[in-house]
């Protein structure tokens, strides 16, 4: 019997192209698509894929909690489900979201479509795949430690964003130009892996920084 997958991508056009390549593929088949998480994580529990090629941004639930529920609902005896994350995005907080919920590997949009479904199959063999940009981010996350190291200076900025100050407000208070005080957010939005000055502030308190 071959490889069965599910295909979950909100966009019709990359999600049917991708079940395109992986129906064209010998010892494959697409037995699901799903344009969202939920819609994802139901036909998991009714088809029992062998793999499902997950997107992590998608409506209704998104791709890690998804996985996190597909991976919850599987049932004794059942074909055992596994998650292999296929996105356009690879920061921090994306890769660690997923690989948390339980991914089994997480590869990007612009890989060759050789490697998507060598991917898909070692997924499905019971192997770890991880895109080598991913592996790397992995590997320095750990080294660096579980908790980001952020400046005296960009902790200041932190919490000033934390009290609700604009960035001309933060520039005054610490004596500094707007320019710094962005300079000071893009550092601490790529150390915190975030996107935002909310998700920041929220990430910092999660670490125990603010």
Do not use: C
Request: net charge negative.
């Amino acid at each position: 019997m071959g490889i069965r997958v599910i295909v979950a991508d909100d966009h019709p056009v990359v999600r049917a192209g991708i079940a395109g390549l992986l129906a064209d593929a010998d010892g494959i088949e697409v037995v699901g698509q799903a344009a969202d998480g939920a819609e994802a994580a139901a036909l998991a529990a009714a088809e029992h894929p062998d793999v499902v090629l997950m997107d992590l941004r998608m409506p209704v639930l998104d791709g890690a909690a998804a996985t996190a529920r597909i991976l919850a609902d599987a049932r004794d005896g059942a074909r055992a489900t596994r998650v292999l994350v296929l996105t356009t995005y690879e920061g921090d907080e994306q890769v660690i979201g997923a690989i948390e919920a339980g991914a089994s590997g997480y590869l990007l949009k612009a890989a060759p479509e050789a490697e998507i479904l060598a991917g898909v199959r070692a997924v499905a063999a019971g192997e770890t795949v991880l895109a080598p940009s991913i592996a790397a981010k992995l590997v320095t996350r750990m080294q660096a430690g579980s908790v980001p190291a952020l400046s005296p200076r960009e902790l200041d900025v932190l919490r000033l964003v934390a009290a609700g100050r604009s960035n001309p407000e933060i520039a005054r208070s610490l004596f500094i130009g707007e320019a710094t005080v962005k300079t000071h957010l893009s550092h601490v939005f790529e150390k915190l892996g975030v996107d935002d000055r909310t998700r920041a502030v929220t990430r910092a308190m999660e670490l125990g920084l603010l």
